[in-house]
Each structure stands twice: as structure tokens, then as C-alpha cells.
């Protein structure tokens, strides 16, 4: 464990080296971590805070006030359901619905073998394909109960190819 | 000392102008050209699968011609569309493509002489073959500025804009003041269109005059509103219209360094506008000394974090800080103490994105299209139950059923129209009475709702209101930053009873409890999100008490929307019986056939109220009915 939680200081240092030490700075920083870590671990946010001379809980609170950041490793594969006003009025509270019964997870949660995160996003600005779920960065537009089953298949066939 | 830096300055900018036209003419030179609509609603509809069966189908065939991934061109409603533009024909424009069309396309229009014309959506220019975009019914109130160059070019190519007429505005305004820019677009009477309406260059000069060194200029990209895509949609297709305008705004307040605020959820939108500043650099049309000039400037992205409070101007600079988004009491107001306390213009996308056009054609022939107090056009995000769904760019004045029947064509499958929501979670929903409202930036505050940036919802007999204000009072209640009392309780207070008024569990004198909480909650909140989150329930209560009634008094849902207040029926007269749709789709298996009549019952106890067994049965059956209240289902024999 302090093996990984070392791998994991040594990783952020490098990643930091790219940035200036302004308070400025941290939400771009934190950004770049994600982006290659998939998550901010403890450790992380620890290192941020040295290298910024800030207070720790100044991390954690923007870390937390964001929607964005995530203090969880993801799944594999990652899955947004729209819930913008007119994903919302076709039906998206359905569709959330669909993938948390077929994927046995609330939102913000990864399934147990870490193939799949759930989660909800305010509106990416695709409300003429609604409703839309955005499946590992991809927006796929009036994604109802039959193509969750659809999407989820093809993962399964894509695996089992492999 | 001055004409000898004009000079140098023009004649730098016309070297880059050659050679972009000359590239932009290479790129026709005789041949047919291919262009496909790859914004993300293309994406969504399947636009890089056409674009890849198009690459492929070419070069099955041994042909070269180009093929370019444009914007978007506002024709959501036909995603993903295809451009052809082949010598000797009009360019057409088709839509709906699928992979299997645009193999078509290629082989019969691109190689033979047929323009496919089944799958025409119209023409871009006025000719005796197609009908053209100009000849619809909707083209009459349209009037397209900041919209015009979308879906026309590439908007990852530099060279197609400044071919396009790009950048020549920064190079009319280098030749100016920047007391006259500011006053140009005083001229222009240009209101700021992410919402609130101030005069862009009041707030201009008020900037150019603060003390404070340096001054920044930001532009506010963090398209917030839950079912708006303006933004999005313009930077995606012509981010260097927005880059010129920050350029030309940097030159007037006098700011060196400049942000370009974009939501985290535009994926794309960011990276088209990252490679639009890269390209701008390379071409000195940003940085230090502009083509030659003593004016520098700088603009850094800033990719937003997913708050939707930030779209506010005083949580936006606290992001840019590094703090949490919580916005600040204001005044002292942004242009005189903004970011880092020094003085700070924020700017919409739109409102930057119009400044080219004043300088080009000046401020007067600006002024010539609007109303008396808003000037200029307005651009709407049309979605909902609308035919025409996509964006619509119209003069200001323009009567919501003007945008709504004749941009938009209507209600979706022949339904009534019942309310529109316009300004997001700000804004209000407005029923049929009030259609004939000319839109400007003050007409709407009368009847409860306001312009806001743009987003407009349609709404058909089918939405229940209750539940659209309850949506966002959970929108609200959730982005809300925590700061103010009334904003972070109030909002949680009012969702809790209209959840219970969803589940038909709620009182009447429920109704004055949340008019009162609305009242609070507006006056005790620091910032725009909480000042108007009770905005969409007290228009709904204005305009559709009597649906809030129904759900307290009869525990029903009159638009069959309220997922607690309804029930899914199979009408055994009706049902085929040896059909088996609704069995095979159910996602809970909670459908099956009666032991000796055959029709088809549905198991209450097991069944979530999907509805996709509503939309499986035949039409000619229409067996599956929504029923509501729940208990109106009969005891099944």
C-alpha cells in the first residue's frame, strides 16, 4: 500500500513540474491530475497543497465543490445520463432509471468489478437528441431502456471478443 | 508616427488574407466538395460514422476530393447533414445522412450526375433545381449574424475564416481609437446576451476608465443553462468569431490578458477553441505586439469544473482564483474590481461574437434590426417537443410564436401546445396567452419569465408542470453554492413540497407555503441563481394553478407524467393477443399473457413505469394506456 501511495506522490511531483505556484493555477492542476490519475487520491491533493503553500482543506474544498472531480478510481468504462431540461422531459430520469437497475449502482458509484461508472451530468448541449447518455466521452443521443440493454450488450460482445 | 503603424499592420494582415483565399480557392479548384456537420448533436446523430463511410466510399473509387468536418449548422432537427458542393450544381445540403446514404451520395451525385434528391433537405443558394434554405417559410423571420459562418466552414482552419472576411474587423479597429471602437459600439446599442442585458460598451468604458493596472478581459463560456447550446454550438463551428471580438474588446478597455472560460462538459467546444488560439498565435493575430502593433494581447483557456453557479460573473472569477465558485455581494462590480481586484470586463460568447459585425458594418446598421431598448438579434436553442429543433438566429422583436410556429414549424406529432420554457432555471414557463410577446429583454419580466441567453423548451400536452418545476427547483437546489441561508435551506424547503405535490401527497395551503418560500428565498439570496430559482414555480403557478390542484385534490396527473400518480394498463379489448411486443421489450419482465384468453397483462407489483411497452405496441392496436390516478386500473380477472 505505502508502495502505491509513493507511486502515486512521484507521479503528481512530475505532473506538477509543468505548472507555476500561483492559486491560479489549482483547478487547471487538478484538472491535468485527474486526466492522468482518473481520480484525485488523498495523496495527491496532499501534494498539491505543499506545492501551492496552501492549506490542505483549500484542496479539498475546491475538490469538493466541483462537480468534475472525483475522489474515486473510475470504472472502465464510463457513463453519463444527460439530465438537462429536455433530456429531463423525455424521459432521462427513465433512462437513469434503466442503468442503475442493469448496472446495480446508484449514481456515483462503480459497479464491483470495476467495468462500469454511473453518474449524472447537467446538460451537454445535445437537447435535440434526447434523451442523451454520454458513454466514454461519446454523446449518444435518445438513449431509452431497449438501447441501454443495446449499449450494454456491446460491451459484452466487445469483451468477449477479446 | 501612427500612419506608418497602420500601415505595417494592414499590410501585414494582407499577406495572411492572400494566402488564406488563395488556399481557400485551392480547396474547390474544379473539384466537388464534402462537407459533414461534426458538432457534438452531429456526433450524437452518427456524423464521424458518415464521415468515414464518405472517406471510404471516395476511396474505394479512387477519388479525391475534399472532405471537411464543419460546424453545425443549426438544422439539429436533420443531424447528421451532409454539404455537397459539386461544380455545375447548387451546393445541397442533405439530411438525415446515415452511413449507407452518404455511400450513396458519393457514388451517384459525387461520381455520376444524380443529386440524389429524396434525401435533399435544401439548397444553400436560390436556384431552379432544389429548393433553397432561403425559399422555407421559416427564412423570412430569420436573420443570421453570428450564426452565419456556422456550419459553413471548418472551424479547426484558420485560413477558412480569415477567407471568409475573418480578422479584418481587429484590423479596421487597430486603425482606430480604442475611445472610438468603445463608441462604435456604443452606437450599436449591443445589450450583453448572456442574460442580464447590460450595454457592452457602457460597460466598456466604465472598464477603459477604471484605475487599476492590469485590466482583463474575460469571456464567459460556461454555458450553464440545462437545455441551452448557443454557446456551445458557436464555438464548436466558428471559435475564431469569438477570439476576434476578445481581441478587439482587449483593444478597447485597454486589457493585456484575457480568459476564455469554457464549461468542462464542451469537450469538443474546448478543444476547437484551444487549436483556434494556437492557430491565431501562429499568425501573430495573438500575442505579443498583433501583427506588428503596439497592442499585446493574451488569452489563456480556462476549462470550468462543472458548477453551475459559475456562470455567474463574481463565482467565475473565483474559480479563475482557484476558490470554490462562490459569488461576491456586489458593487464593488466586476469592471471596476474584478479578477485579482483589478478591472475586469466578462463578456457572453454571443455578445463577443457580434463585435466583428459592428466594427465591419459599423454601429447604425447594427441598430437598424431590434427594438427600441434591445438592438441586434437574438440567437435560440429550440428543443422539446418542437418539429424544428436546432438553433434559429432572429431579430430581436420577434414574437415567441413566430420562433416557435414558423422557425420551429409546430408542435411534434400533431399535438397541442401547451407551455414554453425559456431562460433555464431562471426563467419561467409561459403558456399559449402569451405567444404573441415580441421577444426582448425586457417584454418577458412582465409575465414571469425572462430572455436569459437563450434556451427555449417546448412543452406539449404531455409535460406536466409540476414536474418541470419541481426539476428545477432540484436543478437549483443542487447547484446551489451554500453561501446564502435562503438559497441553500429555501430551495431544499420548496423541493420538499413539490415532490410530495408529484406524488400526490401534498395540502392546498401547501400552495401559499411555497409562494411565501418562493418570496424569501428571492429576497434573502446574494446572486442571480438564487434571486430567480423560484422563477419557474411561480410562473407555473400563475399559469397552470389548476394542474397543481388536480395533483393535491385528486391525486392525479393530468398530463400522465408523474411517474408516482400513474400506472401502465393493457386494454384487453383492444389487446391482439398473438402480438407479443410489449412481452419481448419490457426491461423488467413484468408482462405476460393471461392463462387462457391470451391478452396481455401487466404485473403493477413488477413494473417501473418505463413506458417503453407504450411505444412497442402497434399503432393499430394502441392496447397500452396510461392511467392515472394508479387505482383507476381494473382488479384483473
Known amino acids: 500500500m505505502t508502495e502505491e501511495k509513493a507511486k502515486l506522490k512521484k507521479q503528481t511531483r512530475r505532473i506538477l513540474q509543468g505548472f507555476g505556484k500561483k492559486r491560479g493555477n489549482l483547478i487547471p492542476i487538478l484538472q491535468r491530475l485527474q486526466e492522468n490519475l482518473g481520480y484525485l487520491p488523498r495523496e495527491a491533493m496532499l501534494e498539491v497543497a505543499r506545492f501551492l503553500d496552501i492549506p490542505e482543506i483549500d484542496v479539498y474544498g475546491v475538490v469538493t465543490f466541483y462537480n468534475q472531480f472525483r475522489r474515486n478510481p473510475p470504472g472502465k468504462h464510463s457513463i453519463r445520463v444527460c439530465l438537462g431540461t429536455a433530456c429531463h422531459m423525455k424521459g432521462g430520469y427513465i433512462t437513469l432509471d434503466a442503468w442503475k437497475r442493469r448496472l446495480g449502482i446508484d449514481r456515483g458509484q462503480v459497479t464491483p468489478d470495476r467495468e462500469f461508472d454511473l453518474d449524472t451530468v447537467a446538460c451537454v448541449g445535445c437537447c435535440v437528441m434526447a434523451p442523451v447518455t454520454v458513454v466514454d466521452d461519446k454523446p449518444q443521443g435518445k438513449v431509452e431502456p431497449t438501447k441501454v440493454d443495446g449499449i450494454l450488450l456491446s460491451f459484452k460482445l466487445e469483451k468477449e471478443k477479446q | ?637
Open chain 2, 1 to 637: 508616427m501612427k500612419v506608418i503603424k497602420r500601415q505595417s499592420v494592414v499590410s501585414a494582415f494582407q499577406g495572411i488574407k492572400k494566402q488564406a483565399e488563395s488556399q481557400w480557392r485551392e480547396l474547390r479548384n474544379g473539384k466537388p466538395v464534402i462537407m459533414v456537420g461534426g458538432a457534438t448533436c452531429g456526433r450524437a446523430a452518427g456524423a464521424l460514422e458518415v464521415l468515414r463511410a464518405i472517406k471510404g466510399e471516395l476511396k474505394k473509387h479512387g477519388l479525391s476530393c475534399p472532405v471537411v468536418e464543419v460546424g453545425c449548422m443549426g438544422h439539429c432537427y436533420a443531424e447528421p447533414v451532409v454539404t455537397i458542393s459539386k461544380p455545375g450544381y447548387p451546393p445541397i445540403c442533405y439530411g438525415p445522412v446515415n452511413p449507407v446514404i452518404a455511400q450513396r451520395l458519393v457514388r451517384e451525385f459525387v461520381l455520376g450526375d444524380n443529386p440524389c434528391l429524396e434525401f435533399v433537405l435544401g439548397a444553400l443558394e436560390k436556384n431552379d433545381l432544389v429548393p433553397s434554405f432561403a425559399d422555407f417559410p421559416r427564412a423570412e423571420f430569420e436573420k443570421r449574424v453570428i450564426l452565419k459562418n456556422c456550419g459553413h466552414i471548418d472551424p479547426e482552419q484558420i485560413e477558412h475564416y480569415i477567407a471568409s472576411g475573418g480578422y479584418g474587423a481587429l484590423v479596421k479597429a487597430l486603425e482606430m481609437e480604442p475611445e472610438e471602437v468603445i463608441a462604435e459600439v456604443k452606437r450599436s446599442g449591443l445589450r450583453g446576451r448572456g442574460g442580464a442585458g447590460f450595454p457592452t460598451g457602457e460597460k466598456w468604458e466604465i472598464c477603459r476608465n477604471a484605475r487599476g493596472k492590469p485590466k482583463y478581459l474575460i469571456c464567459n463560456g460556461d454555458e450553464g443553462d440545462p437545455g441551452a447550446f448557443m454557446d456551445r454550438a458557436i464555438l464548436e463551428s466558428d471559435p475564431h468569431s469569438v477570439v476576434e471580438g476578445m481581441l478587439i474588446a482587449a483593444y478597447a478597455i485597454g486589457a493585456r490578458y484575457g480568459y476564455l472560460y469554457v464549461r468542462a462538459e464542451y469537450p469538443l467546444a474546448v478543444q476547437r477553441t484551444r487549436l483556434a488560439l494556437r492557430q491565431a498565435r501562429k499568425l501573430k493575430l495573438l500575442g505579443r505586439n498583433i501583427l506588428g502593433s503596439d497592442f499585446s494581447f493574451n488569452i489563456k483557456l480556462f476549462q470550468g469544473s462543472g458548477a453551475f453557479v459559475c456562470g455567474e460573473e463574481t463565482a467565475l472569477i473565483a474559480s479563475l482564483e482557484g476558490k470554490p465558485g462562490t459569488p461576491y455581494h456586489r458593487p464593488p462590480y466586476p469592471v471596476t474590481s474584478g479578477l485579482y481586484g483589478k478591472p475586469t470586463v466578462i463578456n457572453n460568447v454571443k455578445t463577443l461574437a457580434f463585435i466583428r459585425h459592428i466594427i465591419e458594418s459599423g454601429g447604425k446598421m447594427f441598430a437598424v434590426t431590434g427594438t427600441e431598448g434591445s438592438k441586434g438579434t437574438a440567437v435560440f436553442a429550440l428543443a422539446g417537443k418542437v418539429v424544428n429543433t436546432g438553433l434559429a438566429e432572429v431579430p430581436m422583436g420577434t414574437t415567441l410564436r413566430q420562433v416557435i410556429f414558423d422557425v420551429g414549424s409546430g408542435i411534434k406529432e400533431g399535438k397541442r401546445f401547451k407551455a414554453v420554457q425559456i431562460g433555464g432555471p431562471s426563467g419561467g414557463c409561459l403558456p399559449e396567452s402569451t405567444l404573441d410577446l415580441p421577444i426582448d429583454f425586457g417584454s418577458l419580466t412582465g409575465a414571469g419569465a425572462m430572455m436569459g441567453s437563450g434556451g427555449m423548451i417546448v412543452l406539449d400536452e404531455d409535460d406536466c408542470m409540476v414536474e418541470i418545476a419541481r426539476y428545477f427547483l432540484e436543478f437549483t437546489q443542487r447547484e446551489s453554492c451554500g453561501k446564502c441561508t435562503f438559497c441553500r435551506l429555501g430551495t431544499k424547503q420548496m423541493l420538499e413540497v413539490l415532490d410530495e405535490f408529484t406524488r400526490g401527497k401534498g395540502r392546498i395551503e401547501d400552495l401559499d407555503t411555497l409562494v411565501a418560500l418562493a418570496e424569501d428565498v428571492k429576497a434573502g439570496s446574494l446572486c442571480g441563481l438564487g434571486k430567480t430559482a423560484p422563477n419557474p414555480v411561480l410562473s407555473t403557478l400563475r399559469f397552470f394553478r389548476d394542474e397543481y390542484e388536480v395533483h393535491i385534490k385528486e391525486g392525479r396527473c393530468p398530463a400522465l407524467m408523474c411517474r408516482d400518480l400513474i400506472a401502465y394498463y393493457i386494454v384487453p379489448e383492444k389487446c391482439e393477443r398473438t402480438c407479443d411486443a410489449c412481452v419481448g421489450t419490457c426491461t423488467v419482465e413484468a408482462i405476460s399473457s393471461h392463462p387462457t384468453k391470451r391478452y396481455k397483462i401487466i404485473d403493477q407489483t413488477k413494473c417501473v413505469k418505463c413506458g417503453t411497452c407504450l411505444k412497442a405496441c402497434p399503432p393499430q392496436y394502441s392496447a397500452v394506456v396510461k392511467l392515472s390516478p394508479p387505482s383507476l386500473v381494473p382488479a384483473s380477472k
